[in-house]
């Protein structure tokens, strides 16, 4: 239930952001010589040793949903950033019910139930989940009726979670806005990029942007047809991206490293909140910093278990908050 002082939320999340999985831990974590070192690290900041790493990363995030959850006073605004898990569960649901498999196991982060969500996709009925996500979904099933697609669930369902985003945040949403409006103009050009570098045709494109960005899916269209215009799309979103842009348009091997550009500046968006004592941000900040954690111990003991180089592993390391 939300909170009414923002205070008392930023009070108990500098308690628990004091265990964080820092720079000196996760270079700890890289270093480990094996997954019982690595294991006892990930312990210190607060994850279960008992569990297999995947589902304490789970445990881990659902702990954070719960928090925030719980310390907002503006549920809005923090429904517009867990929304992504009930879009990551409508697709484990459709596809399933495409294949007629039992589903994935689903994440208990979102904003509805996953027994609301199970419900709603076995009886095709979407009333629960509200206007926009209803609206998105009927118009899905129609789709499906017709042509059963896995990649059409994904693309319609993509739509679907930034336009309850920012139906969700208004025109005032500020740095929630700007967030939300920078990952669909860094989504559509990392999708724009690998088409072109596919040598895929326009017709390929269209279907797959996603509105609500800076840049319109016709300008994205229009340049597509003369690809030279591409990297001057991104920058709006500063030196450093536009660099990363033009380096994966000059060449598709730098197409990771320009999509962990895009998640370190979108992350970068709500470290100043880091220190602040007064603004709903801040929630957003630790939300983001313990989904950035989860990704990381998942990199790097993956990578452990694997036997992949620390090398390897670093090079895909997304920046840390803070």
């Given amino acids: 239930m939300p909170q009414g002082s923002i205070y008392y939320a930023v009070g108990r999340l500098s308690m628990l952001e004091k265990t964080a999985l820092d720079g000196a831990r996760l270079e700890r974590l890289l270093q480990a010589k094996d997954m019982e070192q690595a294991l006892r690290v990930v312990s210190e900041v607060g994850w279960r040793d008992d569990l297999h790493f995947e589902q304490a990363a789970g445990e881990h995030m659902l702990q954070a949903c719960t928090l925030v959850r719980e310390l907002t ?52 009925r979407y009333d629960a989940l509200g206007t926009v996500l209803k609206t998105a979904l009927d118009a899905l099933e129609k789709h499906l009726a017709v042509d059963m697609n896995p990649m059409d669930i994904d693309v319609h369902l993509d739509r679907a979670h930034y336009a309850y985003a920012f139906d969700k945040l208004g025109s005032k949403g500020g740095t929630a806005v700007k967030y939300f409006r920078d990952k669909v103009d860094l989504t559509n050009y990392a999708m724009v990029l690998r088409a072109m570098h596919q040598n895929k045709p326009l017709a390929f494109i269209k279907p797959l942007l996603i509105p609500g960005g800076r840049v319109a899916p016709a300008a994205w269209e229009k340049d597509y047809t003369r690809p030279e215009k591409l990297p001057l799309r991104m920058n709006h979103l500063g030196a450093a991206i536009y660099a990363s842009a033009v380096a994966a348009h000059l060449n598709p091997q730098k197409l990771a490293a320009f999509e962990r550009d895009a998640d370190n500046h979108l992350l970068g968006l709500f470290t100043p909140y880091r220190r602040t004592i007064s603004r709903e941000e801040r929630l957003i900040g630790h939300l983001l910093m313990r989904e950035r954690e989860a990704a990381a111990v998942r990199l790097i003991l993956s990578g452990k278990e694997n036997g992949f180089a620390e090398e390897t592993i670093r090079e895909r390391l997304r920046a840390l908050y803070g």
């Fill in 73 to 124: 006073t503006n549920q809005a605004l923090v429904d517009a950033f867990l929304v992504r898990y009930d879009i990551a569960n409508l697709k484990i649901l459709l596809k399933a019910r495409a294949l007629q498999q039992e589903p994935a196991a689903l994440s208990s982060c979102g904003v509805f139930a996953p027994d609301v969500l199970r419900h709603a996709v076995n009886e095709h």
